[in-house]
């Protein structure tokens, strides 16, 4: 199993409320993702980073940032949660070649 | 933004069946994934694919990647019950670093 760490995996929230999923991996890679998994819409991309400090938007970023101080961190804030960002989180790293490979995912409830 | 468009949606097998889906995209794309995803689960990486007209085999797991870049197809022969699932392709980009787009998924189930 590739080395990606995702915590915590499984949170429930309230409304309003700041939340913030850690990813952790041993691998070294440079590249790094947050996925979101729905229903109907497969994975999208929220954030991804190209290196430490190097970010960028993916195609649901609104409502969420991001922080890599690390090669081995890279963490996914909810500044306000909403019940429309209940969700399936997924972390994902890869290298140079583009092979991703997945974190097992947090659960995340608004209520 | 890049699309990926997946079919079919869902399919039910049979034990014994071969399986084919496959993934069209209007961009083209650098490098072409196929994941797995089991329930409860984060997706597992398949095969990859990095050359244009690519045929690679995996076991009972055959792909390929389209000569225009633009589409691949999976096929699995003599479909087993663990093959149930989804599946997912994702692309490279060629002008976007290493930013992978999926494609909706295919649910594979089997026939009741």
């Known amino acids: 199993d590739a080395g990606i760490t995702q915590s915590p995996r499984h949170k429930v929230t309230e409304t309003g409320t700041p939340v913030t999923l850690r990813c952790h991996q041993t691998e070294n890679h440079r590249y790094m993702y947050w996925y979101r998994q729905d229903p109907g819409h497969g994975l999208r991309l929220i954030h991804y980073?190209?290196?430490?400090?190097?970010?960028d938007k993916g195609e649901v970023s609104d409502g969420y940032s991001v922080s890599r101080s690390k090669t081995e961190d890279f963490l996914l804030t909810l500044e306000s949660a909403t019940s429309s960002q209940t969700s399936v989180y997924f972390c994902?790293?890869?290298?140079?070649?583009?092979?991703?490979?997945f974190g097992q995912g947090t659960r995340l409830t608004v209520v | 933004g890049q699309q990926l468009n997946q079919s079919p949606q869902s399919m039910f097998i049979q034990e014994g069946e071969d399986v084919s889906m496959n993934c069209t995209s209007s961009s083209i794309f650098n490098t072409w994934l196929w994941y797995k995803q089991d329930p409860g689960e984060g997706p597992v990486l398949l095969i990859a694919?990095?050359?244009?007209?690519e045929l690679t085999s995996n076991g009972r797991l055959t792909t390929q990647f389209g000569i225009t870049r633009k589409d691949s197809f999976l096929n699995i022969s003599a479909s087993i019950p663990s093959d149930v699932g989804i599946y997912f392709c994702?692309?490279?980009?060629?002008?976007?670093?290493?930013?992978?787009?999926f494609g909706g998924g295919t649910r594979v189930l089997v026939k009741p």
């Open positions: 980073s190209y290196g430490v400090k190097d970010t």
């Open positions: 694919l990095y050359k244009a007209g």
């Open positions: 994702a692309g490279q980009p060629k002008a976007a670093g290493n930013k992978l787009t």
């Open positions: 994902a790293i890869s290298d140079q070649y583009g092979e991703a490979f």
